[in-house]
């Protein structure tokens, strides 16, 4: 099977402008994650979905970044406007499961987004 | 709130012996433990993982250790290759909270040399 696609793969920006990440899980997978991965940590979550709704967005900082799910299956997570601290890869993952498994889920390659 | 804790950030071991991984948590209330490998430029790829009733799962060259009174995690991986050389990630999935929601370590930078 496919899997998580992700794009772009990089991204430069500078600060105080927006910037916009795609994701397409794999096929018939109803959960949708998006993830932020600063360097020297690990993954932490922004934002998931179950088909078109939002599940969890606890994290989200809302005053900046966006995401939508639209007909439960494409997803694109907007950063407007962007800070530095915003610098980091942006990985998203899917799953078939509504709650989680003892195989987890699937992540995609994610975007590394560099403000300067 | 759950958190895990991976208190070294690399690990250097000799082609052909042990690596051992660690990992510890702080909240009891999960499903499952996992470990997450992590080559550059990719997204991190499902390894193993253990059921929060048993204290030992093994898959090959990969064995995990889960000691639930210290609340410690560990991953062992005998014989080491070249190419395990790679970031791992130790995670859990909470029980009680947002369905499914992966709560990560800090990452381990494991090297392996030939």
């Given at each position: 099977?496919?899997?998580?696609?992700?794009?772009?793969r990089?991204?430069i920006?500078?600060?105080?402008?927006s910037?916009?990440?795609?994701?397409?899980?794999?096929?018939?997978?109803?959960?949708?994650?998006?993830?932020?991965?600063?360097?020297g940590?690990?993954?932490?979550?922004?934002?998931q979905?179950?088909?078109?709704?939002?599940v969890?967005?606890?994290?989200?900082?809302?005053?900046?970044?966006?995401a939508?799910?639209?007909?439960?299956?494409d997803?694109?997570?907007?950063?407007?406007?962007?800070?530095?601290e915003?610098?980091?890869?942006?990985?998203?993952?899917?799953s078939?499961?509504?709650?989680?498994?003892?195989?987890?889920?699937?992540?995609?390659?994610?975007?590394?987004?560099?403000?300067v | 709130?759950?958190?895990?804790k991976?208190n070294?950030?690399?690990?250097?071991?000799?082609?052909?012996?042990?690596?051992?991984?660690?990992?510890?948590y702080?909240?009891?209330?999960?499903?499952?433990?996992?470990?997450?490998?992590?080559?550059?430029?990719?997204?991190?790829?499902?390894?193993?993982?253990?059921?929060?009733?048993?204290?030992?799962?093994?898959?090959g060259?990969f064995?995990?250790?889960?000691?639930?009174?210290?609340?410690?995690?560990?991953?062992?991986?005998?014989?080491s290759?070249?190419?395990?050389?790679a970031?791992?990630?130790?995670?859990?999935?909470?029980?009680?909270?947002?369905?499914?929601?992966l709560?990560?370590?800090q990452?381990?930078i494991?090297?392996?040399?030939?």
């Open positions: 099977e496919a899997g998580v696609a992700q794009s772009p990089y991204k920006i500078e600060k105080r402008q910037v916009a990440f795609w994701c397409n899980p794999i096929s018939g997978h109803a959960t949708l994650y998006w993830y932020q991965q600063i360097l940590q690990g993954p932490k979550l922004l934002i979905f179950q088909n078109n709704g939002v969890d967005d606890s994290q989200l900082p809302k005053d900046r970044f966006s939508e799910r639209l007909k439960g299956v997803s694109t997570l907007k950063i407007q406007p962007a800070k530095l915003d610098s980091a890869v942006y990985l998203c993952a899917s078939l499961a509504v709650f989680g498994t003892a195989n987890g889920y699937t992540f995609g390659s994610g975007t590394r987004l560099t403000v | 709130d759950q958190q895990v991976q070294s950030p690399s690990l250097s071991v000799q082609e052909g012996r042990i690596s051992i991984l660690n990992c510890d702080t909240n009891s209330m999960f499903d499952y433990f996992l470990w997450y490998k992590k080559y550059p430029a990719e997204g991190p790829t499902f390894l193993i993982s253990i059921s929060s009733i048993k204290d030992k799962n093994e898959d060259r064995t995990v250790f889960l000691n639930k009174s210290a609340k410690h995690l560990s991953l062992h991986i005998v014989p290759q070249p190419g395990d050389s970031v791992y990630f130790c995670a859990n999935i909470s029980r009680g909270t947002s369905y499914g929601k709560t990560f370590g990452g381990t494991l090297t392996v040399h030939p």
